[in-house]
């Protein structure tokens, strides 16, 4: 329980800090929030592949 409850929190204040460097330029700020989905699909891709669907879903 303790475990799930820290993912979401660290989920949020990864949010927070992507919603920061948005808010800092219009232009810029758009563009590396896309690097920054884009960043993270492929690091949660290859976790996965690495440690396999479940070894994967615990390390994220």
């Known amino acids: 329980m303790k475990r799930n ?3 979401k929190r660290a989920r ?3 949010g927070r800090m992507i919603a920061r460097i ?8 758009s563009k590396v929030l896309r690097f920054a989905r884009a960043g993270f ?14 070894g994967g879903a615990r390390a994220l």
Not at 22 to 29: K, N, P, W
Not at 41 to 54: D, M, N, P
């Open 5 to 7: 409850g820290r993912r």
């Open 12 to 14: 949020e204040n990864i």
């Open 22 to 29: 948005d808010g800092m330029d219009d232009r810029q700020g």
């Open 41 to 54: 699909q492929i690091a949660r891709s290859l976790v996965l592949k690495t440690f396999g669907e479940k």
